[in-house]
């Protein structure tokens, strides 16, 4: 008795549909999981950072008390390069050195050009400018970046932001170096550490309080720091999906369909 089997060309065109649909599906699944590994070591790193801060207050008191000199200011010399001031470069390190007191650092550097350092981009980077990377660069055992920490106001209240910075959570060495995709960014008032595109604006005054999620979060956007604003979607959402559709909002949808 003869027994059916596949012909060769039956093999070959089932193998063939297999490869189609796993080139389909394969490169989704991968930037799905890929994305939840950084919302997963972002709210990670932001727990670790909210706490050292707090813990920063207890031994040193109030922000305003940590010890900063003057103001934080930017320069230009005779040549027209830009430079940070003395005063800036001293009060980044202070502030820094406090909140890694209890933290492994790899790499700590100091960019006092502007024009120093690798560079990050904004969100759409078709239609906004790649911009020099910020003061600070320091790098954990767990392979994160913090960046930045020019202290717009060391004499900050309730709802004027000391300062801002960005965690790069994959490390400035790794691509993509861009705002809402690996970096993400964060202000640091007197009462705590808040993720930047909270949806409560009231937190913050000045221009803070205009940096929202619909406008500077949104990846076909042309403003300038675009970008800056996913961070709070990413850890009270738990997702990226501001990458892959544009009718979200903190008010309406919080994930593509």
Known sequence: ???????????????????????????????????????????KAY??????????KVENGEFKTWGFSGNSLVEEDDEGNRHYTENTVSN???????????????K?????????GHKNSYLNVENTSTITTSLAE????????????FISNFRCNEKKVCLDFSIDINGIDNPPNIYGKDIFNFYVLPKGIIPAG????????????????EKY?????????????CTAWVIYNKNMDYLHCDDLSWDGKHKCD
């Open 1 to 43: 008795m003869w027994k059916r089997a596949f012909t060769l060309a039956e093999v070959l065109i089932t193998l063939g549909i297999i490869g189609v649909v796993a080139a389909m599906t394969i490169p989704t699944l991968i930037a799905n999981y890929q994305e939840k590994q950084i919302v997963s070591r972002l709210t």
């Open 47 to 56: 727990a670790t950072i909210s706490n050292a801060y707090q813990m920063a």
């Open 92 to 106: 980044t390190e202070l502030f820094w050195k406090i909140m890694t007191k209890n933290m492994k650092v790899l």
């Open 108 to 116: 700590w550097s100091i960019n006092e050009k502007l024009t120093n």
């Open 138 to 149: 320091i790098t954990l055992a767990d392979g994160i970046t913090l960046e930045g920490g």
């Open 198 to 213: 909270n949806k409560d604006t009231e937190l913050f005054s000045g221009d803070y309080k205009l940096r929202t999620f």
């Open 217 to 229: 979060c949104d990846r076909d956007g042309e403003v300038a720091y675009n970008g800056y604003a």
